[in-house]
């Protein structure tokens, strides 16, 4: 089980918002002993528990984000959200596709093309 002072250097880890000196000085230990406790299988599993829930928290408004982007007046905005949700889904135009031989091509609206 966790020590308060673990916990409390998982959570300022997790928000990674200081540097390895200031959490270890924050939580009154050394340098030394915060290398051994991130070490420590549980004390990384707590860490990666914190930090995964801190990113759900994320991903649940940066999906939002990606659908509001959907809607924008930039044309260019549009289609590269729409191609980032389609390349998470799977659906990546990246197959290269070869044609052999002649290939019929229709102009429309064009009225001064010659055949």
Do not use: C
Not at 36 to 63: C, N, P, T, Y
Request: glycine share 6%; net charge negative.
């Amino acid at each position: 089980m966790l020590t308060n002072r673990q916990r409390k250097a998982v959570e300022l880890m997790a928000l990674g918002t200081m540097t390895n000196k200031e959490i270890y000085e924050t939580v009154g230990v050394s340098n030394k002993t915060m290398w051994m406790w991130k070490h420590d299988d549980e004390f990384k599993a707590e860490l990666r528990k914190q930090i995964d829930s801190l990113l759900g928290v994320l991903a649940g408004k940066a999906r939002k984000n990606l659908e509001n982007l959907l809607d924008s007046d930039n044309e260019w905005m549009r289609f590269n959200a729409s191609k980032d949700i389609l390349d998470r889904m799977g659906h990546r135009a990246n197959e290269k596709i070869t044609i052999d031989g002649a290939v019929p091509v229709t102009f429309i609206g064009y009225d001064n093309v010659e055949e």
